[in-house]
């Protein structure tokens, strides 16, 4: 019945907009002019903040791993290295390697990036379900570049499985940081975190989602994931869309596919997607109204998924997402805007551009992704 209904609500709206907005060969042109330079200059310089900034510093001489910041960067900026001759992680990257591995290695000493002391109820037990999938996953993305799974990853995702919930509610996911944030620590954050964790196991090389050790987890993952996922706003369906790419099989083809419906429809005039309509019904802390603009952070995650999913660039409302990207990429800086759906922000300070690094990072995924 779902699919049904994302199916009809593409025929009616996407394909007639696509139709009347039909790619062009000045559209395909401008897919792939965009400066990577300067968005791996921003996003290195991002990263560099992040880490020497005191609010970010924990103990071991560590920093948290940030879903906004490190995380997407992590991700993307080895995307950027054939393009500029680049023979080795950077300097930044390097720095936050270390850091995880570190933290990895440190596991049963470090401190959670977040204490019940200071910042309440569980949000101790929150900090290492978070942090263990994201160390799994940045250290999975890397040796899947070398195509061998190393010590260090194999640790993480020891950690990983370890606090994997067995019971209750969200049995097969994780604790994860609430903060009334969204789109990463909101109350609906844990799906988001699964999604991860399920991309995580998919990167990893070696073939590592089929070792034996793993299927029982595997097993509670893949049934919280399809068991919740009707309850998802659509950006968490997005993310889920990308996991299921990466781990064949999560999701029945005729669920996947509408998902790809879902992600279609919310295609804007302009070719690009709003987050704030991705999110469901939600408000800002601050009572200020949302940004209803197209965004590269729902822009470039979308038109990650889709390409993930097996959408060709040939398809005219991608071609039109990925026109989108390369068209607002700021000239100056780099980077690509995003805006919080939680508060009115400066979008020039260094905690007002959490989410245009999230948004540079995406974009730059979504415009390198070859396949």
């Given at each position: 019945m779902k699919a049904t209904m994302l199916a009809k609500c593409v025929l009616a709206t996407c394909l007639l907009t696509s139709l009347i907005t039909a790619g062009?060969?000045?559209?395909?042109?401008?897919?792939?002019?965009?400066?990577?330079?300067?968005?791996?200059?921003?996003?290195?310089?991002?990263?560099?903040?992040?880490?020497?900034?005191?609010?970010?510093?924990?103990?071991?001489?560590?920093?948290?791993v940030s879903c906004h910041t490190a995380l997407p960067y992590a991700l993307s900026r080895p995307a950027l290295r054939a393009a500029l001759a680049e023979g080795a992680p950077s300097v930044n990257e390097q720095?936050?390697?270390?850091?995880v591995t570190k933290r990895v290695r440190l596991w049963k000493e470090v401190e959670p990036f977040y204490k019940d002391e200071k910042y309440g109820a569980n949000k101790a037990i929150e900090s290492r379900g978070t942090e263990a999938v994201l160390n799994a996953l940045i250290l999975a993305s890397y040796d899947a570049r070398h195509?061998?799974?190393?010590?260090?990853?194999?640790?993480?995702?020891?950690?990983?499985?370890?606090?994997?919930?067995s019971a209750g509610d969200d049995k097969g996911a994780w604790p994860w940081l609430k903060f009334d944030n969204e789109p990463w620590e909101?109350?609906?954050?844990?799906?988001?975190?699964?999604?991860?964790?399920?991309?995580?196991?998919?990167?990893?090389?070696?073939?590592?989602?089929?070792?034996?050790?793993?299927?029982?987890?595997?097993?509670?993952?893949?049934?919280?994931?399809?068991?919740?996922?009707?309850?998802?706003?659509?950006?968490?369906?997005?993310?889920?869309?990308?996991?299921?790419?990466?781990?064949?099989?999560?999701?029945?083809?005729?669920?996947?596919?509408?998902?790809?419906?879902?992600?279609?429809?919310?295609?804007?005039?302009?070719?690009?997607?709003?987050?704030?309509?991705?999110?469901?019904?939600?408000?800002?802390r601050d009572g200020t109204p949302l940004d209803e603009k197209s965004d590269g952070y729902a822009s470039g995650l979308v038109a990650l998924a889709l390409q993930q999913a097996g959408i060709s660039r040939e398809n005219v409302q991608l071609e039109r997402g990925l026109a989108w990207l390369a068209r607002n990429q700021n000239p100056t800086e780099g980077n690509w805007i995003g805006y919080s759906l939680n508060k009115q922000r400066d979008l020039s300070s260094y905690t007002g551009r959490f989410m245009s690094d999230a948004a540079t990072a995406y974009a730059v995924l979504a415009l390198s992704e070859t396949h």
């Open positions: 062009s060969p000045r559209e395909t042109e401008s897919a792939s002019s965009w400066n990577r330079k300067a968005a791996a200059g921003y996003l290195d310089q991002r990263e560099s903040w992040w880490a020497a900034w005191p609010t970010a510093a924990r103990d071991h001489e560590t920093f948290c720095r936050l390697l270390d850091n195509r061998k799974l190393s010590a260090a990853a194999r640790d993480a995702f020891n950690n990983m499985w370890a606090l994997e919930l909101a109350n609906d954050s844990e799906f988001y975190g699964a999604c991860l964790a399920a991309i995580a196991v998919g990167t990893a090389p070696e073939n590592y989602s089929s070792t034996p050790q793993v299927q029982k987890n595997l097993k509670l993952l893949a049934e919280y994931l399809n068991r919740e996922s009707g309850k998802q706003s659509p950006i968490n369906r997005i993310v889920l869309l990308w996991a299921s790419a990466k781990l064949p099989g999560l999701l029945a083809p005729e669920l996947q596919r509408s998902f790809i419906n879902e992600a279609l429809c919310k295609q804007r005039a302009d070719g690009g997607w709003s987050l704030s309509s991705l999110v469901g019904p939600w408000k800002r």
